[in-house]
């Protein structure tokens, strides 16, 4: 008598095999990672004003230090790890990273601040293009849900790495707790290297499905959207430890106000996601906006208390665009080149969140904490025309797919 034997499928039988899964969790691993070292930098702005006696706008040009910095090298750094299997680049980018956050920990004054503020930034370069593109790539036609997912690992770390930064500076000096952040870096590193699937990416331009050809216009338009986005998030979380110590508030207040915020915003990227795909882009992206500029504006009258509950509601729309923006990239790349449609995303937004916080540094500098909030809520407003003429490009980008 025979005995059927039970059919084991193979890797190739199954549609989602364990690569795609390692690929994906070691981008949100690595994302949440470079997100969390960008966002626990707002805790130590007030230290490093008090220690080194920085004005508001060289404070934002000290924090810009590694913001542009990051933003600058997207394509660039991009290009010349295009060749490494993808492991290694990111394990690369997040070692460079936390030698920055070592070189912090290790100043003895200003200058050391900045030169590791700057390697920081070098290596955070790298994670965002490749990250991307690694899950991209991973999911072809089916990536715009791990893409969401991916976005929602950053905002885990925004969320988590400022709580704790904040609670450790109850009881350690920063430098030592740069150097416990540094220690997290390594570790992550490492796991990184052992976690993604060893292999080089294929070379080809057009890798991700979706578009063929793209639109340059409507690619442009998309990142002066992200840019101005990103410009009214940065200038509000400039402005709002500063806001919440007038208003009363403390150094682990500031700390839990912003996982507040990151906690609003991983929500409302999964929101606004579903915002886009059941009303569309323009529309989701046009409400999103006009709420962030009515609530950032809301802030200034509340007292303490009734700030600290709007500020999951700030977050959720004032992260929540970002998710709808990322989506749309691999639609509208130029030519179908994904990977360096995602490189130069990340150098508008990366580049603007650098910048817009010095103008707003400025402007607070000469008229105060005020006007600068309210140019925040103003930059949210810009984006309306932009927003209103993407809606030719994502139709044509809909007829083509």
């Not at 998309?222 to 402005?239: I, N, W």
Request: glycine fraction near 14%; proline fraction near 7%.
């Amino acid at each position: 008598m025979s005995r059927t034997l039970p059919r084991i499928d193979s890797p190739a039988d199954r549609p989602e095999t364990d690569p795609r899964r390692r690929s994906l969790g070691g981008a949100c691993l690595a994302h949440a990672l470079h997100d969390g070292y960008t966002d626990l930098l707002y805790v130590l702005l007030p230290v490093w004003q008090a220690e080194f006696g920085l004005s508001y706008a060289g404070l934002a040009g000290l924090r810009s230090l590694y913001y542009a910095t990051m933003g600058g090298l997207q394509v660039p750094a991009d290009r010349l790890v295009a060749r490494m299997p993808i492991g290694g680049a990111l394990a690369l980018a997040t070692l460079i990273a936390a030698a920055g956050f070592v070189v912090m920990g290790l100043s003895g004054g200003l200058v050391g601040l900045c030169a590791g503020l700057v390697l920081a930034g070098i290596g955070s370069s790298i994670q965002h293009p490749r990250a991307s593109l690694l899950v991209a790539e991973a999911y072809g036609r089916e990536a715009r849900g791990p893409l969401g997912i991916y976005n929602f690992a950053g905002d885990l770390g925004k969320a988590s790495f400022p709580v704790a930064v904040a609670v450790l500076l109850a009881v350690l000096a920063w430098r030592p707790v740069v150097g416990l952040m540094a220690g997290v870096g390594i570790a992550v590193a490492a796991a990184l290297a052992l976690l993604l699937p060893p292999r080089a990416l294929p070379p080809a331009p057009a890798r991700v499905a979706g578009a063929t050809r793209g639109d340059r216009r409507g690619f442009a338009l998309l990142m002066t959207v992200g840019a101005l986005d990103t410009a009214t998030r940065m200038g509000t979380l400039l402005f709002l430890p500063f806001l919440l110590e007038a208003k009363g508030g403390t150094g682990a207040t500031t700390g839990l106000a912003l996982a507040l915020v990151f906690t609003g915003g991983a929500f409302g990227k999964a929101a606004c996601g579903w915002l886009g795909a059941r009303f569309g882009v323009v529309r989701s992206v046009l409400a999103t906006e006009l709420v962030t500029a009515a609530l950032v504006t809301a802030l200034l009258p509340l007292p303490l208390g009734p700030t600290l509950v709007l500020l999951p509601l700030l977050g959720i729309a004032l992260n929540g665009t970002s998710s709808v923006l990322y989506g749309t990239v691999p639609e509208l790349a130029p030519r179908g080149d994904t990977a360096r449609a995602f490189a130069l995303f990340y150098t508008a937004v990366i580049g603007s969140g650098g910048l817009a916080p010095i103008a707003y540094g400025a402007l607070a500098d000469r008229l105060g904490e005020t006007p600068g909030l309210l140019a925040a809520a103003a930059t949210a407003l810009a984006t309306v025309p932009a927003v209103i003429a993407l809606r030719g490009p994502l139709k044509a980008a809909e007829a083509r797919a």
